[in-house]
């Protein structure tokens, strides 16, 4: 198996203004073991730019248009992030799968133009609470991740992350077995859809409830290759801790 670089991804959702982030970025010890990246808001991306650069840090979006420009009021294109100093967008967070009805083939239509744009991805996919008890998992997230990713998308450009939808902002974490079974499902996909070298070596990131006492079991899984991180990347003590579980 191929050996891939961990990816420690804080997800700020709508928490955050200037004074916040600008004590927050030169506190993260990014360090060289994983590429630890921050997905602001939209209006602190210019701001974070600069200090993301000086810490090491990397710099994304929570969500994209699918249009490269025009009459769309309110939202914002990949160029427009590439010019903030973004160089990662998150799509299809169960949040905005379900705040605003977002389709995997919405999802799939801003990821193919943010690549297009030169961004790279994260496609977020997840069952429910519902779907896990009827043990339909594997079935709701194959589906996600086919119908998400687009034609353009390969193991440099595009990672996937796994969101227990019943996990996020719970407290409530799937276990590392869990988690590992679908990770490894999500490869399995993966490498009959793309290639198998594809699959290899594309990284798929676990989110819901990652905190640093979990963390070094979670990301010690053969299919953990990082973590997307909601509520423990607004405390730079809880973030650098789960930096810091990576091996
Ligand atoms: P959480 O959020 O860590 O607060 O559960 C994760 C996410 O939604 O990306």
């Given at each position: 198996m191929r050996s891939r670089k961990k990816m420690i991804a804080g997800n700020w959702k709508m928490n955050m203004t200037a004074e916040g982030a600008l004590a927050l970025i030169p506190a993260i010890?990014?360090?060289?073991?994983a590429d630890v990246l921050i997905c602001p808001p939209f209006t602190l991306l210019h701001l974070a730019a600069q200090e993301a650069a000086r810490a090491g840090v990397l710099l994304g979006a929570q969500d994209v248009s699918r249009?490269?420009?025009?009459?769309?009021?309110g939202d914002i294109s990949a160029e427009q992030l590439r010019d903030a100093g973004c160089q990662w967008v998150i799509l299809g967070h169960s949040e905005r799968r379900i705040d605003h009805d977002e389709s995997s083939a919405e999802v799939c239509h801003k990821a193919e133009a943010a690549i297009k744009a030169g961004l790279q991805i994260i496609i977020c996919v997840g069952e429910t609470l519902r779907e896990r008890e009827l043990d339909q998992q594997n079935v709701v997230v194959e589906k996600q991740v086919l119908d998400s990713m687009?034609?353009?998308?390969d193991a440099r450009n595009c990672v996937f992350a796994y969101e227990p939808v019943w996990a996020i902002g719970t407290g409530q974490t799937a276990t590392a077995e869990q988690a590992q079974a679908m990770h490894k499902f999500i490869r399995s996909v993966i490498a009959d859809e793309l290639t198998p070298q594809a699959a290899d070596y594309m990284r798929i990131l676990y989110g819901g409830s990652m905190k640093p006492d979990n963390a070094a079991e979670l990301l010690g899984q053969?299919?953990?290759?990082g973590g997307l991180i909601g509520?423990?990347?607004?405390?730079a003590d809880q973030f650098n801790a789960i930096i810091a579980a990576v091996k």
């Open positions: 010890a990014a360090g060289d073991a249009y490269p420009m025009g009459a769309h009021t687009p034609d353009n998308a053969p299919d953990i290759d509520g423990a990347a607004l405390k």
